[in-house]
């Protein structure tokens, strides 16, 4: 049974930081693609970032690129979200995902065969 487990959401004002993490466990995720994505009230859960197995190749939805940053560590199978400049408007929650392939970056959701409980980011203006 695969497990994602997201940590590092809160409370935080606009142009502040925070670094999500999401800790995978239940098998190795050698080659595995990893993503996260969010969702706010009332709007459809869409694609923030994701990652290649290699940690080499990354990709970000455009209202994020240049404030959030992606990356693994697959030694401890764990993935993160720095996410700074922060933004009312990147208030949702946040999920992580896995999809057992390292060919492409995935972005569509219904790619992702494994997903976290999702943690809660709020930003105040």
């Known amino acids: 049974q695969v497990q994602l487990v997201e940590s590092g959401g809160g409370l935080v004002q606009a142009g502040g930081s925070l670094r999500l993490s999401c800790a995978a466990s239940?098998?190795?995720?050698?080659?595995?693609?990893m993503g996260w994505f969010r969702q706010a009230p009332g709007k459809g859960r869409e694609f923030v970032a994701a990652i290649r197995w290699s940690g080499g190749s990354t990709r970000y939805e455009d209202s994020v690129k240049g404030r959030f940053t992606i990356s693994r560590d697959n030694a401890k199978n764990t993935m993160y979200l720095q996410m700074n400049s922060l933004k009312p408007e990147d208030t949702a929650v946040y999920y992580c995902?896995?999809?057992?392939?390292?060919?492409?970056?995935?972005?569509?959701?219904?790619?992702?065969?494994?997903w976290g409980q999702g943690t809660q980011v709020t930003v105040s203006s």
């Open positions: 239940g098998r190795s995720f050698n080659r595995y693609t």
């Open positions: 995902a896995a999809t057992p392939q390292d060919v492409r970056i995935v972005v569509l959701r219904t790619e992702y065969a494994y």
